[in-house]
């Protein structure tokens, strides 16, 4: 019996901060991760893969330079599956060393192997077929992330019907796509793939795409959409997915219509990591996504064992889950971390182009009866936009009427992900107009978008 101050199940964002939290309270910490390596769907199959190949796309299309040389201009004339492998390949390696060594520098054991409750205290990990291992903890965190959700009635045995998982391992490029779910992961890989110039059907059951964004972004990214052909298949129910040959298939909808496409990418929904666990020994219930429900603090119904991350759902996102993963850590050592009264997160799409908001959007202060004004700025209005050659992008932000408080921001274009940690600080901070009205920026720089902005709105609240 191996016994411990802490074990955490699952080597992702959560539990990777989380394990480092309490080692630097002192505690003895165990990471188990049943996985070949170390780093989980976030290193693997999702956040890191995902980025990684939209760069390699972008770099190898030449797309940041077509506003000068055109469309049809590109660094590499044939790209294929490999082109993108090998950059992807090199980046999980330099991840997986820089995890590896903030583990090691702070004396946490990691485990391979398999985790289930055996009490709610004891983990029997197997870590081979012939081999496993009693451990016990006084604390135990559950972060085993998620999965791509794999309807029955889904041939994925086919090698054509992927899910945002196993289309890392595509052999070939194809030459026709069509993406089922229109949600984050659909969207950056319809996008991502569209850039490769390869013919995308986006469909979704939902009439618009991305519900949680300012629907003038939304706008604004479909219509980059539709003018590089991407095709947008929205309020179409998906009835079945026919394989027409080896090399062919076709998807049925509801209303009759078919989407013939030599690859379909099944992206709607994700599904816990939590049922290979034996919760029920550990008194612990799901939901029938695999979910478990937490406290502000990040404890379960049982208050000795943690759960953060995709695990516990809204918003599973990479930079959510380390966060939660931290506070949890600390809290379970009766060290609790400074509470966030201010606490504000941005959301980030990777796709063609970016998007990332922060803060309340139009159709949420309008719910909810605030009092706002907006101004603009579009990317082509700066310098740094045409030494770049932008052609699209576009910042909006979101103020107060009253006492002119920053209540949101809503960025599409290249960069948008960064420029959003603006935003972010002056929002937190309960900043107002007047910040980004006065502030100097770097010329040239992207970031004048929000004094351009600002003062777009600034002119409109004028007397």
């Given at each position: 019996?191996?016994?411990?101050?802490?074990?955490?199940?699952?080597?992702?964002?959560?539990?990777?901060?989380?394990?480092?939290?309490?080692?630097?309270?002192?505690?003895?910490?165990?990471?188990?991760?049943?996985?070949?390596?170390?780093?989980?769907?976030?290193?693997?199959?999702?956040?890191?893969?995902?980025?990684?190949?939209?760069?390699?796309?972008?770099?190898?299309?030449g797309w940041r330079q077509r506003g000068f040389y055109g469309r049809s201009?590109?660094?590499?004339?044939?790209?294929?599956?490999?082109?993108?492998?090998?950059?992807?390949?090199?980046?999980?390696?330099?991840?997986?060393?820089?995890?590896?060594?903030?583990?090691?520098?702070?004396?946490?054991?990691?485990?391979?192997?398999?985790?289930?409750?055996?009490?709610?205290?004891?983990?029997?990990?197997?870590?081979?077929?012939?081999?496993?291992?009693?451990?016990?903890?006084?604390?135990?965190?559950?972060?085993?992330?998620?999965?791509?959700?794999?309807?029955?009635?889904?041939p994925f045995d086919c090698p054509n019907i992927v899910d945002s998982d196993?289309?890392?391992?595509?052999?070939?490029?194809?030459?026709?796509?069509?993406?089922?779910?229109?949600?984050?992961?659909?969207?950056?890989?319809?996008?991502?793939?569209?850039?490769?110039?390869?013919?995308?059907?986006?469909?979704?059951?939902?009439?618009?795409?991305?519900?949680?964004?300012?629907?003038?972004?939304?706008?604004e990214f479909a219509h980059h959409l539709r003018d590089r052909g991407v095709?947008?298949?929205?309020?179409?129910?998906?009835?079945?997915?026919?394989?027409?040959?080896?090399?062919?298939?076709?998807?049925?909808?509801?209303?009759?219509?078919?989407?013939?496409?030599?690859?379909?990418?099944?992206?709607?929904?994700?599904?816990?990591?939590?049922?290979?666990?034996?919760?029920?020994?550990?008194?612990?219930?799901?939901?029938?996504?695999?979910?478990?429900?937490?406290?502000?603090?990040?404890?379960?119904?049982?208050?000795?064992?943690?759960?953060?991350?995709?695990?516990?759902?809204?918003?599973?996102?990479?930079?959510?889950?380390?966060?939660?993963?931290?506070?949890?850590?600390?809290?379970?050592?009766?060290?609790?971390?400074?509470?966030?009264?201010?606490?504000?997160?941005?959301?980030?799409?990777?796709?063609?182009?970016?998007?990332?908001?922060?803060?309340?959007?139009?159709?949420?202060?309008?719910?909810?009866?605030?009092?706002?004004?907006?101004?603009?700025?579009?990317?082509?209005?700066?310098?740094?936009?045409?030494?770049?050659?932008?052609?699209?992008?576009?910042?909006?932000?979101?103020?107060?009427?009253?006492?002119?408080?920053?209540?949101?921001?809503?960025?599409?274009?290249?960069?948008?992900?960064?420029?959003?940690?603006?935003?972010?600080?002056?929002?937190?901070?309960?900043?107002?107009?007047?910040?980004?009205?006065?502030?100097?920026?770097?010329?040239?720089?992207?970031?004048?978008?929000?004094?351009?902005?600002?003062?777009?709105?600034?002119?409109?609240?004028?007397?």
């Amino acid at each position: 019996m191996h016994k411990y101050d802490f074990v955490v199940i699952g080597s992702g964002p959560a539990g990777q901060r989380a394990a480092i939290q309490a080692a630097k309270l002192g505690r003895s910490v165990a990471l188990i991760e049943r996985s070949f390596s170390i780093g989980g769907a976030c290193v693997h199959t999702g956040t890191i893969p995902s980025k990684t190949l939209r760069e390699a796309v972008l770099y190898l299309t030449g797309w940041r330079q077509r506003g000068f040389y055109g469309r049809s201009y590109r660094v590499k004339e044939r790209i294929t599956a490999d082109d993108l492998m090998q950059r992807l390949d090199i980046t999980i390696r330099h991840e997986i060393e820089v995890l590896m060594h903030k583990l090691h520098r702070n004396f946490v054991d990691t485990i391979a192997g398999t985790a289930r409750f055996e009490t709610p205290h004891r983990l029997r990990v197997q870590l081979n077929d012939d081999e496993s291992r009693l451990i016990e903890a006084d604390r135990i965190l559950i972060a085993t992330g998620s999965r791509p959700a794999r309807p029955a009635d889904v041939p994925f045995d086919c090698p054509n019907i992927v899910d945002s998982d196993n289309i890392l391992t595509m052999s070939e490029l194809p030459r026709t796509l069509a993406v089922i779910g229109a949600g984050v992961i659909g969207v950056e890989y319809a996008s991502i793939l569209s850039a490769l110039d390869i013919d995308v059907t986006l469909i979704d059951g939902r009439d618009q795409m991305l519900g949680f964004l300012d629907r003038e972004i939304v706008d604004e990214f479909a219509h980059h959409l539709r003018d590089r052909g991407v095709s947008l298949r929205f309020g179409e129910t998906v009835q079945r997915i026919e394989v027409a040959d080896p090399k062919r298939v076709v998807v049925h909808l509801a209303s009759g219509k078919r989407v013939r496409a030599n690859m379909a990418l099944f992206a709607a929904g994700r599904q816990s990591n939590t049922d290979l666990l034996a919760l029920e020994h550990a008194g612990l219930d799901t939901d029938e996504r695999g979910r478990l429900v937490v406290d502000e603090h990040f404890r379960t119904a049982v208050p000795h064992i943690y759960a953060a991350g995709d695990v516990i759902g809204f918003p599973a996102l990479a930079s959510t889950s380390m966060e939660q993963g931290r506070q949890a850590g600390a809290h379970a050592f009766d060290q609790p971390l400074r509470p966030h009264a201010n606490a504000v997160f941005p959301f980030g799409i990777y796709a063609v182009p970016e998007m990332s908001v922060v803060g309340q959007t139009e159709e949420e202060l309008r719910a909810a009866g605030v009092p706002y004004e907006s101004g603009i700025a579009r990317f082509r209005e700066t310098s740094r936009g045409q030494i770049l050659g932008l052609r699209e992008g576009l910042l909006k932000i979101l103020v107060h009427l009253d006492d002119h408080r920053l209540l949101g921001v809503h960025i599409v274009g290249e960069g948008a992900t960064e420029l959003i940690h603006i935003g972010q600080a002056v929002l937190a901070h309960h900043g107002t107009l007047d910040f980004f009205v006065d502030a100097v920026f770097n010329y040239p720089t992207l970031a004048e978008t929000y004094k351009i902005a600002a003062l777009d709105c600034w002119n409109k609240l004028a007397p």
